[in-house]
């Protein structure tokens, strides 16, 4: 009688302890505890798979007394990429923190990271979420700061206090709710919520507060310097899932807490933030000098798109179009999640290998390093959105959700978008093939390499291919 | 900045604090009674204890609690990961030090009081751990370069102690077949005090880590008996 929310939970969280009570096995440790918490998140999603949703009540009280643990298609989805992004992260990590007091202060505090990840992601109760979102940032802020840099202490003591206030903000949001409807859990309360200021007040406030930790244009001001100055893994985690997981976040609520007042006008007005993103995030990657930034503002412009998918949502009653629409805008995050964690662990390679990661000088990269360069390539692909991505079938489908609710003009962001992606990803890959042919090796350090090629490979190749996978697991009807 | 754009920002702050207020008003005015509290009391003979803040922490919402602790780890885990601790201060005069063999054995009586009354009054593992870690605190200030606490290898056991006794409870519980974090009836009192002592523990360690400021330096002490 195991129960696998609880599980996907636990593991991980005891894989810290271990790592921090025995400091000397801490490598081993770490690859016992990567593999065994990615089964169990897996394990997650195969019961969804095969049951539909899942919920577990810890401390068997149930809501509203107690609080409750639940996954759902959504969940799921999010549970299975994050499960396989971290297991490469690791991996990778095992190779990048080879030796020294680094790899024992990696360690426990990534293992805490990806428990209170798999938390947020099965989270059922709004108090939950608060303290999940609290062990969340503390740790990616940790990690980030694990370089000792001046730069990166600064940028993730901002990102620290940006966080603090992020979640504050969501906790009051969370506050007048419970003093409204006098219960935490998100079915109870999406059920009871009304129209009217308090309803109004929370929305703003935890859209608000969770705006500022996922970054949406214009409260992205701290993510650059802190993205592009962590260690190559804990960029790749940061940008690929801690984000992600604030815009989950969003999202949920939107759907299942504020679903019946959110109202075009608050949708239309998210879909704006997000174009705004998209264009400026992507202008950014396009004139940065280093390439951890350009992928840092990249990641701006991927979210950009994810919110582009709220004014359609509102617009699309419910239906096979909407459900199409949902399932894209979730493929669309996992590409993004895989394509942007390859890119961060082979920009790390590039610059661990150059010494540096300005663009300008990165000439003979593919001869150096053929296997990081073609997982940049990759993961390029997935990030202008070319078939066979998965990004090209979102991004299709968001194009055609634009069409059908007569909004158009998304059409034109989503072009320009393309467009300036595809310019900062060629004007790395011009850089990195200026010199004469013929690469030696093609895979030069096998622990750090091939996670970083698999992670580009899933996101330009398998996720497009494997797309219909998704609309079963979300339990929705397949693509027409 | 100048003192315009500062009185600016302080009125849309006050306003902004206004508007919050009316708002809260509005959620009292509609609110449904009691909220949780009624049931929560209703529900205490079934929790074991007789305090219901208690029985909110580590029973109906344990797995909150569990998730705190972890917050608590990540915080001392993040500090040592910035660096050795600084030097404390040099050893008190007589009269502190006097004084502090005084307080810092009274505080951990009063610990273990507190950590005793949550069962049934005010009281449990946070505010326990909080006057242990209070009393670390004072040794350090004292002169103590390591707060009175052990080794880093100890110190690295006792903080995760409190987490290990707990997720073990909830996966023992879950491995039983009555679920995670579910204590069975007439277990729930030793349970939540075995999960509480161990919080303590690792609460009052952490705080007096975390004040310390840093990763524990080696001394030459190490390994000999104090």
Not at chain 1, 110 to 123: E, G, M
Not at chain 1, 188 to 207: D, E, K, W, Y
Not at chain 1, 325 to 335: E, G, H, K, P
Not at chain 2, 88 to 111: D, E, K, R
Request: with cysteine; charged share 10%.
């Amino acid at each position: 009688m195991l129960d696998s929310l609880a599980l996907a939970v636990t593991v991980p969280l005891l894989a810290a302890l271990l790592v921090t009570a025995l400091p000397g096995r801490v490598q081993t440790l770490g690859v016992i505890g990567a593999i065994a918490t990615a089964l169990v998140s897996l394990q997650v999603t195969v019961q969804v798979w095969q049951h539909g949703s899942l919920r577990s009540d810890p401390g068997g009280w149930g809501a509203p007394l107690g609080l409750a643990l639940e996954a759902d298609g959504l969940s799921a989805a999010l549970l299975a990429m994050a499960a396989l992004v971290a297991l490469a992260i690791s991996i990778y990590a095992t190779g990048y923190f080879r030796e020294g007091e680094r790899r024992l202060h990696f360690w426990p505090l990534w293992f805490l990271l990806w428990s209170a990840l798999n938390a947020l992601l099965l989270a059922a109760d709004l108090f939950n979420l608060y303290v999940t979102l609290e062990l969340l940032g503390l740790t990616a802020v940790a990690l980030g700061a694990l370089t000792g840099q001046r730069e990166a202490v600064a940028a993730n003591l901002r990102y620290l206090l940006v966080g603090l206030l992020g979640s504050m903000t969501y906790l009051l949001g969370v506050v007048l709710l419970y003093a409204a409807y006098g219960t935490l859990d998100i079915a109870l309360t999406g059920a009871a919520i009304r129209p009217g200021p308090v309803a109004s007040a929370a929305l703003v406030l935890m859209t608000g507060g969770l705006a500022l930790k996922a970054a949406i244009f214009p409260l992205h001001f701290w993510l650059p310097p802190a993205h592009a100055n962590a260690p190559a893994p804990v960029s790749a985690v940061l940008s690929a899932l801690v984000v992600k997981a604030a815009f989950y976040l969003i999202l949920r609520l939107w759907l299942d807490v504020f679903g019946t007042i959110v109202t075009p006008a608050a949708a239309g007005l998210l879909g704006l933030l997000g174009a705004a993103a998209v264009i400026w995030g992507s202008w950014r990657a396009l004139r940065a000098e280093r390439l951890k930034l350009l992928a840092a503002y990249s990641t701006l412009a991927q979210i950009g798109y994810l919110c582009l998918f709220f004014p359609l949502l509102q617009a699309t009653p419910e239906g096979p179009a909407r459900d199409d629409l949902l399932a894209a805008l979730v493929l669309m995050a996992i590409s993004h999640g895989f394509a942007k964690a390859g890119l961060f662990l082979a920009a790390g390679l590039v610059q661990h290998s150059a010494g540096h990661d300005r663009i300008d000088e990165l000439g003979g990269t593919a001869q150096h390093l053929p296997a990081a360069t073609f997982s940049i390539a990759l993961a390029g692909t997935a990030l202008i959105g070319l078939p066979p991505s998965g990004s090209f079938i979102g991004k299709w489908i968001l194009m055609t959700g634009a069409i059908e609710t007569g909004q158009w003009w998304w059409i034109l962001v989503i072009l320009i978008g393309t467009l300036l992606a595809a310019a900062y990803m060629f004007r790395v890959l011009s850089r990195a093939f200026n010199e004469a042919p013929t690469p030696r090796r093609f895979v030069t350090q096998a622990s750090t390499e091939v996670p970083a090629l698999l992670l580009a490979l899933t996101s330009a190749v398998v996720l497009g291919l494997g797309a219909q996978l998704l609309w079963r697991l979300m339990g929705f009807g397949v693509v027409a | 900045m100048n003192r315009p754009a500062k009185l600016m920002i302080g009125l849309l702050l006050c306003l902004f604090a206004l508007v919050l207020l009316w708002v809260f008003h509005a959620a009292l005015m509609q609110s449904p009674g009691a909220r949780l509290a009624d049931l929560a009391m209703d529900s205490l003979p079934l929790s074991g204890v007789k305090n219901p803040v208690t029985a909110v922490l580590l029973s109906y919402r344990a797995y909150d609690t569990l998730l705190e602790l972890a917050v608590l780890l990540a915080a001392l885990l993040g500090i040592w990961s910035l660096g050795a601790a600084t030097p404390g201060f040099q050893p008190a005069g007589a009269a502190l030090a006097a004084m502090v063999s005084w307080v810092v054995p009274l505080l951990i009586l009063t610990g273990g009081y507190l950590l005793w009354v949550g069962g049934y009054a005010p009281g449990g593992a946070f505010q326990a751990g909080a006057l242990l870690g209070s009393a670390g605190v004072l040794l350090r200030l004292a002169g103590d370069e390591r707060a009175g606490l052990p080794s880093e290898r100890a110190q690295r056991r006792l903080v995760v102690a409190g987490i290990a006794v707990f997720a073990l409870v909830g996966l023992g519980t879950m491995v039983a077949g009555i679920g995670f974090l579910t204590y069975p009836p007439g277990w729930s009192k030793w349970l939540i005090l075995l999960i509480e002592t161990a919080a303590t523990v690792s609460i009052g360690v952490t705080l007096a880590a975390a004040y310390a400021g840093g990763k524990p330096r080696s001394r030459a002490s190490d390994g000999a008996t104090p």
